[in-house]
């Protein structure tokens, strides 16, 4: 090989056109739910899971509050007729229902994998290699669901950003996802 062929050759190889560019606007989770019918049916799956276990917390948390608050409230009724500070354990029992929400979801997911809810729509939470989660990885991803607007807003940070569309921003954080449970 001459010298000439080999400062060709040299320049060849040192001159390689630069790779692509990124894509200037990358799909988010929000992209693909529109167009995937799949990813579209796992998250209506989720939301229905989410009512039915809302129900059954709701009506549990109801039922923990009669049973607390209305020996109170009538003996208040009797005794001082009606005021509304005989109202507190009513009241308190928003804060009641977040506390319950999230041991009732961590507790049930890192041992069943699965809350009641998910398990009607065979839906299964599991460590992203696939395992079972533990207590908490459980808790992470639930933290969300002790208030409605923080729920809300890691659903639509978690599908508004790339990563994996299946996952809500808490699941990434905490390396779990949502699947269909197999037959």
């Keep these: 090989m001459t010298s000439a ?3 060709v050759a040299c320049l060849r190889r040192s001159v390689q056109p630069p790779p692509p560019p990124p894509p200037s606007y990358p799909d988010t989770g929000l992209d693909r739910l529109r167009d995937d019918r799949e990813l579209q049916g796992l998250w209506t799956d989720r939301l229905v899971a989410f009512i039915i276990d809302s129900v059954i917390v709701g009506v549990a948390v109801t039922a923990l509050t ?4 209305l020996p ?5 009724l009797f005794t001082h007729g009606f005021r509304t500070e005989g109202l507190f354990p009513w009241t ?10 999230l041991l009732y979801f961590t507790l049930v997911e890192s041992s069943r994998g699965t809350t009641i809810g998910k398990s009607i729509m065979k839906l299964r939470v599991t460590a992203e290699d696939g395992r079972g989660i533990t207590l ?8 969300s ?3 409605w607007v923080l729920l809300l807003l890691d659903i639509l940070i978690g599908l508004g950003t790339q990563g994996n569309p299946n ?8 390396g779990t996802i949502v699947v269909k449970a197999r037959a």
């Excluded at 109170?72 to 208040?76: A, C, G, H, V």
């Excluded at 908490?136 to 933290?143: G, I, Q, V």
């Excluded at 996952?167 to 905490?174: H, L, N, P, V």
């Design 5 to 7: 062929n080999y400062d």
């Design 145 to 147: 669901k002790l208030h």
């Design 66 to 69: 009669l049973l607390i608050a």
């Design 167 to 174: 996952q809500k921003f808490s699941d990434r954080y905490a």
């Design 136 to 143: 908490e990885k459980a808790f992470l991803r639930n933290l």
């Design 72 to 76: 109170f409230f009538l003996t208040d």
């Design 92 to 101: 308190a029992s928003g804060f009641l229902m977040s506390i319950v929400y």
